[in-house]
C-alpha cells in the first residue's frame, strides 16, 4: 500500500475544504477504499475520514424521496421503512 495522509475532519465544512485537495478521496465506515488500496486500484495522496463529522448517518425520509447518510449503516438500511 502506497503511503498517505490520514484527516479526519471533524466538520462538514472541514471535511469539504480537505478533499479538494489533489489525490484526496473521502471513506466512510466502510472498508471497500482500504481493500482497494492494498490492491493498489486506488492510491489516494490522502483519504478524508468522515467518521467524526456528525449529522451524516441515518435515513430520513425528506420531501419526494429518502436521505441515506453517509454513515448510515447495513443494518440502519436494512431496517428501515424504505420502499
Not at 23 to 42: F, H, N, P, R, V
Not at 57 to 74: D, N, S, V
Request: no cysteine.
Amino acid at each position: 500500500m502506497k503511503n498517505f495522509e490520514y484527516v479526519q475532519p471533524a466538520t462538514l465544512e472541514e471535511a469539504s475544504k480537505a478533499v479538494t485537495a489533489k489525490g484526496s478521496k473521502l471513506k466512510a465506515a466502510g472498508i471497500d477504499l482500504l481493500d482497494e488500496m492494498k490492491s493498489y486500484i486506488q492510491t489516494p495522496g490522502r483519504v478524508v475520514s468522515l467518521l467524526k463529522v456528525n449529522g451524516l448517518g441515518g435515513i430520513t425520509e425528506e420531501k419526494g424521496g429518502w436521505r441515506i447518510g453517509a454513515l448510515a449503516t447495513l443494518t440502519q438500511i436494512a431496517e428501515s421503512k424504505l420502499p
